[in-house]
RNA sequence: GUGGUUGUAGUUCAGUUGGUUAGAACGCUUGAUUGUGGUUCAAGAGGUCGCCGGUUCAAGUCCGGUCUUCCACCCCA
């Protein structure tokens, strides 16, 4: 016999998780659709060269391959067998791969139909992605994301709406506490010429995104691999405070270098904290100048929320991307937007016990009988019922009243309608409601106002 | 990819320095109750101790490998 197992990293969905996590995508639907996004849907392969070079080197690692179909090996001569290292022959015998994220998948699809899409394009999207990543507290290697983008506008607007997102969407779901980080590439890159570091900006955005992880000493040392002691002790007097406000934007720009880059940074967060005021919105966001996100393809504005005390990193991420189009030949498109984890909510919301919905079956009648007779009048009587919309369960089996009581009660279906002999010739049912244990009977053409 | 950690009944877990027939709770089945669930009581079923190999008179227990779980790093939702 073989083993019931599952791949590493990925789970089941029982159906008292689903109805959780259809909680936490309904509840993100809704919000997509007042604001204008429209669903779409991606295959869960694409081509590898649609993936590779996307997010990394790191992100080229933790993509899934799929194996060419039929002789994978036919094109692969025994010298490269040998000498080949696994990357170089990964790409000779697979060409397709699992999607690694959303946004990338939906660039292409915007390049593929650029035809018949009207720009600006607001889409939402709700798929599994999945990274070959080793698995660890609120971290799978196949996880549901949650996306929303706009694409065809550099607009202000469109980051502004996302905002307004992340405050619906937090509040809908029993968040109290929640932080929406906020900040902006080019302000890293004013950042990178001020302090003479632009000569390696990933390795900066990526040491001081580690801040509020390991400190600024922590950052300090791993920054002296790549960059000069008077680089780093100027980026401290920016950056020791990492997050700043928006009066601190004024003194933030006096003391970087003016450069293209900050004007524009300065620009968009200017419009997008005035917009703030003017709607008085109420959003718990910072501006945190340690904020700076790994994927490659953010140009503008990034976002990333987090749920303090949850002891799981962030539950959503996003940015402005301004030429993600332009690899697959479609040139100057900028686009923004964010995505959710569901399943790293999913976990925040657990660990606060913010699943607080009582426990309920669909379906709201169980038809219990004694013998094949009574079992087809159940039969007819639930088709009847069905007809008035009701959701009703016949026991499929011919079993002890008993037993078919204790099914009803575990499955936590509120009502119980029995029939035998003395129902069928009475043209009646026991009504019973399983919450306080009292029974009724009802002639059988009423029981459907009754339960209604 | 690096380091650590975990695995015993359906589930959560005990199991002494290696030593008879591997336990508990909950769950499950049956009965008390042949037309009535939840509570109670009684009885019962259920384990190749993750897998493979090694040490030993003897392995759930020690050793090696492997898979798995969880955690940290890298990176990220």
Redesign the pocket.
């Known amino acids: 016999m073989q ?1 019931a ?6 789970r089941d969905f029982a159906p008292d998780v689903m109805r959780r996590r259809n909680f936490i995508t309904d509840t993100i639907i809704h919000v997509y659709k007042k604001f204008g996004f429209q669903p779409i849907e991606t295959p869960a392969m694409e081509n590898l060269s649609t993936l590779l070079g996307k ?2 080197d ?2 080229d ?2 993509l899934f391959k799929i194996l060419n179909s039929g002789d994978f090996l036919k094109k692969v001569s025994p010298e490269e067998l040998n000498d080949a290292d696994a990357n170089s022959l990964g790409l000779k015998i697979a060409e397709k791969g699992l999607r690694y ?1 959303l946004t990338i998948p939906f660039a292409r699809f915007v390049v593929q139909h650029r035809n018949d899409i009207l720009f600006p394009f607001r889409r939402y999207q709700i798929q599994p992605v999945w ?11 196949e ?1 549901w ?1 949650c996306d929303a983008d706009v694409i065809g506008t550099d607009s202000m607007i469109a980051e502004i709406d996302l905002i307004q997102i992340y405050s619906e969407v937090f509040d809908a779901l029993g968040f109290d506490d929640y932080v929406l980080k906020i900040n902006h590439r080019k302000l890293l890159e004013a950042v990178a010429i001020t302090c003479e570091m632009d000569s390696n900006f990933r390795h900066l955005t ?1 040491c001081i ?2 801040l509020d ?2 400190g600024w000493e922590g950052v300090e040392t791993e920054l002296a691999t790549e960059f000069s002691h008077p680089s780093i002790e100027k980026l401290k007097t920016i950056l020791i405070n990492g997050k700043i406000t928006t009066e601190f934007l004024n003194d933030l720009s006096a003391k970087l270098t003016a450069s293209p880059s900050l004007d524009q940074a300065l620009k968009d967060l200017r419009e997008i904290l005035g917009f703030i005021s003017d709607i008085q919105l109420d959003v718990n966001m910072e501006l945190d100048l340690s904020l700076a ?4 393809y953010y140009t503008g504005c990034i976002f ?2 987090i749920i303090p005390e949850s ?1 799981i ?6 940015g402005r991307y301004d030429d993600l189009t332009g690899v697959f030949g479609m040139n100057d498109v900028s686009g923004v937007g964010i ?3 569901i ?3 999913y976990d925040v919301m657990e660990h606060f016990g913010l699943f607080n919905e009582l426990e309920s079956s669909p379906v709201k009648l169980l038809l219990a009988h ?1 013998d094949e007779k009574s079992r087809s009048a159940c039969v007819k009587l639930a088709r009847e019922l069905r007809s008035m919309d009701i959701s009703v369960q016949v026991y499929p089996d011919v079993k ?4 078919q ?2 099914y ?3 499955n936590h279906i509120p009502f ?1 309608g ?6 069928i010739a009475a043209g009646s049912v ?1 009504l ?8 009724v009977s009802v002639s059988q053409s009423k029981i459907g106002e009754a339960l209604l």
């Open positions: 083993k197992a599952l791949p590493k990293g990925t997010y990394g790191e992100g690692k933790l994220d990274r070959a990543d080793r698995p660890q507290k609120g971290r799978y290697r996880f994301q990526v995104d580690k992880k390991i996100r790994g994927l490659d990333e929320a002891g990193g962030s539950v959503s991420g996003g995505s959710f984890g399943d790293r909510l004694f002890k009243i008993k037993k009581l204790d009803a009660n575990k119980v029995v029939i035998g002999e003395d129902e026991q019973k409601n399983m919450r306080n244990g009292e029974q």
